[in-house]
Structure formats: structure tokens, C-alpha cells
């Protein structure tokens, strides 16, 4: 596991979360890659499940198909 692939992993995800889509919806569905190596993800998986207001859903029985939900009015009080 290198910091240089866990970083392109994560870019990768806060593109998908910014896009406007997932901000209007305040939802992206986020999936595991083949590049993508199971260490980084369990990480950086961990590391989303820690923000708050954030709740992960997994969609399919490896985990490697999340839905990424937020609730920003919850988030500003």
C-alpha cells in the first residue's frame, strides 16, 4: 500500500462527491476499482465513516459498492 495510490483513490472519490449531481442530491454512489487495493479502500472507507453527518450504505455484499450519504443542514448547526 503506497501513499501515492491511496491519495489518487481519494481524489478520485472527492471528485465524485463534488460533482455537482452529488451535491444536489447530497449522494454518490462510490465503487472499488481494480487499481484500487483493498487496504486503501477499507482506509479510506474508515476515514469517510468518521466525518460527520456522513452515512455509508454498503450495495453489494464485498463492500466495494457504497452509497455515500450526507446532510450539510446537519453539518452547519
Known sequence: MSEKTYQVLVSRVQRKINSPRAQSEHCAEIQRQPEDSTDDWA??????GTVENVTMTP??????LVRVRWNPEESMS
Open 59 to 64: 450495495l453489494d455484499d464485498d463492500g466495494e
Open 43 to 48: 482506509r479510506m472507507l474508515a476515514e469517510l
